[in-house]
């Protein structure tokens, strides 16, 4: 299992991995005044599950939208599979492999379930505009396509839905339609910004079966999470981010035990008996200003 | 008063010239707001220079045929200088720099600079001999029952109307194949269609030449109908006339923009005659309602028609009630 070499991997954030999919370097984003993502080295391995954690506003989503061309950074390289993605428009990366979705459920609302499926299909001459008044040259192409669409759909327990519209859909089954959808895509690795936010608990296991199930089948995976069970659960090893770093990285159980996160967390003085000194301290530095 | 009159008054209105032309403006401006939602509003530049392509080719000693293709290609352009500049940005900015860009090209038009090309406020006249020279029709008054037609305004509501079904036939080939799926994926999250790799800035300029495209045609059948041009025909109004028609139609439908067109000036027209005739008989008293003041007042139906579509059927004809509901979530 790929994610085993990582076991023997120094816990030391931004440390290189033996087959990495993903390198960022250098990856510097600032909104005014605000530093939103700094990272120095990052290393993402190939064929695992990598949970990217951190507080509110550690800069995580940000770091998706740079590394997928929804945003341009400042400063950085980053490439995925060896290819340099600089300056690279977010179409282009998504047709390369990397495929990223969205914390806010993007589903095509007045498109049927189907149409939202097949649109994720790339290489379809049909949407060319001169392609589109030849429909011989589509029409098979389509079909192909459609039996793909059906298939994933029935695996993502969606099949009923076919044919409704994808906006009739509870949240839940938004987010199983846009993991789906995003594999209509043929990616190589798969970047999933709070794929459990807003799920039901039932739904949100058969979710964490399907990313597995991916992971097993050779994808590589990055997702952002805030639930802590989820992220031990399922992640073969986790990046934390804080104020725009990476602070920690390591397995599961490294991270539940570093001080560090749990600091980031909860601010550095948890823990500690509310002594008149220590409520005093909190208020001079209240818990997230940066000093670490 | 005349029912019939009035009737027969409206149904003419309904097939006439202005119902091809609103409706071939609203098939192209359907191919940029219903089905991509670009917010376009300066529909009105696209019949500009397809009407003044026409005339000024003509003008300048070339066949009609070329004067057409020259149109229709100027709004090919016209689109893609609405949509360079703008289209990376929100899309409001589309909406606020083609209502400016519309109203720029109609003030050089009109501006005594470009005098010598475009013969500024005075327009140009009598350049579609060519067309009226190809009419089958001996002179005289064609129709059905009172509804009839001179032979040469019969001829261009024809050769109008079949335009219209080309460019119906042509919006349904491309909209009914994944291209128009990706389109509708754009409107309704362009982030979303990117994150699936569809280059959402190429689809979006070739919707805006497309629709602009089908727009000149509207701009061709007004100059070429009525043998002249002028820059004041071409009023930011329209353009908004004909989103009305699209509306009503149901916006993103294939047929829409042309039921909408029909639809609209028939009730136009109806209104119109109705109170006419009203206020002429006497049935409304005149220190409510003037004959002179009606053609003012049937816009205000209009517009009351407009509001309480949108109140009670908001996804106009042929729009699906469903998919309106979704959109108001």
Redesign the interface.
Known sequence: MPADVLTALPRIPGIPKPDPILVADGVHRHFGGLVAVDIDHLEIQRGTITGLIGPNGAGKTTLFNLL?G?DTPDAGAWSFSGKNLAGM????V??LGM????QLT??????SVI?NM???A?G?T????L???T?WR?QQQ?KEIEARAEALLERFTLGRMRDD?A??LSGGQRKLLELA??L??EPTLIMLDEPTAGVAPALTESLLVHIKTLRDEGLSVVFIEHDMDVIMDISDWIVVMAEGKVIAEGRPADIAANPMVIDAYLGRWHGEAATPEVEQAIVEHPPGEGER | MDLVRSLVDAIRSALGTSAVMFALAGVGLNVMFGYTGLLNFGHVGSLLVGGYGVAITVNLGGPLWLGVLVGIAAAVVLGLIYGLPTLRLREDYLAIVTIAAAEILRLLTRSSALEPITRGVFGIQKFANAFYSLNPFPLGSYGIWRITWSANTLWAILVGWVVVGLSVL?VW??TR??????L??I???E???????????GYKL?SLA?GGAIGSLAGIFFAVQTQSVNPDSFQPLFTFLAYAVVILGGPGRVLGPVVGSVLFWFLLSFTEAILRQATLAGFIPSWLLTAQEVAAVRWVLVGLGLILLMAFRPQGLFGSR??TL??A?
Request: aromatic share 8%; net charge positive; proline share 3%.
């Open positions: 997928t929804f428009s977010a179409y282009r998504a047709r495929v990223r979705t969205f993007k589903a095509l609302m007045r498109l149409d097949k649109l994720g790339t379809q049909g949407e060319r505009a392609g589109a008044l429909p589509w389509e519209l906006g009739t959808r995003a209509m895509v | 042509l080939a491309l194949a994944p291209w128009g799926r990706v509708k994926a409107r309704e999250d982030d979303a269609a990117r994150s699936l790799g569809k280059n959402v800035f070739q497309i469903e998919e979704i959109d979530r």
